[in-house]
């Protein structure tokens, strides 16, 4: 997708945006758009607007405000990239066909809906689908990210996608928007979605901090299957760790994180966005936030010692 033929030229160089979701405060973006204005001597100030449990009429009202104070563009996370969309003015082809939103642009003073979870995993994911030799792909999780996901691996040119979702039908809405352009398997269950598969995707936020759960039985998890999380909260999910443990190639959220922010940062501001920068900051917050967890590890082993 080239972002930049879609973008007018900007006169300015102060940009405000921010992130609209909840829980939020666990976030790489304001580091990754900071540091990358940084590095272009532009300003660019990202406000996390942690908004739990909203009805479409308070997000009606959220969006109005947006505009109103003069942000260039917003995020969106769970649990809203669906229910944005029909409060926009405008969606992009990519955004429209996929059915859900993470960016959002003030263009005009209207709102401008863009996917960039889609084009971000596309080029992070390609290499591992290219090694597999496109083969049959598991995707767990239909909804915002599950569709972009889905969408990202369809312009990939996968053999098939067995996709399941505990809604199915989250997974039958993603089968309608693919058919006549690439094969979709409803899954009956994780299980079904895993057989004869070569990758296996988490599109849902089973295993974000605090949740330790996985969307996929260790058991299921091999050797000959690579496997993707979209949840960077912890990094190194249950799953990952426990699909690193059978010997699977695996990829982090990293790599979605920092492409579909880099592909945001270009929308909101105009600028193509120093990607290595945004991968620094990004890995930055991770460093900080593990030494924080395991400083904090330590003390209560201490204290845990000296108690007894």
């Not at 100030?45 to 505009?67: D, P």
């Not at 992070?124 to 598991?138: D, E, N």
């Not at 053999?159 to 199915?168: G, I, K, P």
């Amino acid at each position: 997708m080239g972002l930049r033929e879609t973008i007018p030229a900007v006169g300015h160089q102060k940009f405000l945006t921010g992130l609209i979701g909840a829980p939020i405060a666990h976030s790489a973006s304001p580091a990754m758009h900071g540091q990358a204005a940084d590095a272009l001597g532009i300003r660019c100030h990202y406000q996390l607007i942690e908004v739990a449990g909203a009805g479409s009429a308070e997000l009606r009202a959220l969006l109005a405000s947006i505009k109103r104070i003069g942000f260039a563009g917003v995020n969106v996370t769970f649990p809203y990239k669906e229910a944005v969309v029909p409060l926009l003015d405008e969606l992009s082809p990519a955004a429209r066909a996929i059915g859900a939103v993470n960016t959002i642009v003030v263009r005009d003073d209207r709102l401008v809906g863009y996917n960039t979870d889609a084009t971000g995993f596309e080029r992070a994911i390609g290499a591992l689908v290219k090694a597999s030799h496109h083969g049959p792909v598991a995707v767990i999780g239909a909804g915002g990210v599950g569709k972009a996901i889905a969408h990202a691996l369809a312009s990939l040119g996968v053999a098939e996608l067995a996709v399941f979702d505990s809604d199915r039908a989250k997974a039958e809405q993603i089968a309608t928007q693919l058919h006549g352009r690439q094969q979709v398997r409803i899954a009956a269950n994780v299980e079904d979605a895993v057989q004869g598969a070569v990758g296996l995707v988490n599109g849902t936020p089973i295993g974000m901090l605090p949740d330790l759960g996985t969307p996929v039985p260790e058991v299921l998890l091999h050797r000959g299957l690579w496997v993707a999380d979209a949840v960077y909260s912890p990094l190194w999910t249950p799953l990952l760790t426990a699909a690193r443990a059978k010997g699977a190639d695996i990829m982090t959220g990293r790599e979605l994180a920092v492409h579909q922010a880099a592909d945001a940062f270009e929308l909101f501001t105009g600028f193509a966005p120093p990607i290595v920068e945004m991968g620094n900051a990004f890995d930055a917050v991770m460093a900080k936030r593990y030494a924080a967890a395991s400083n904090a590890w330590a003390s209560a082993r201490r204290a845990l010692a000296k108690s007894r």
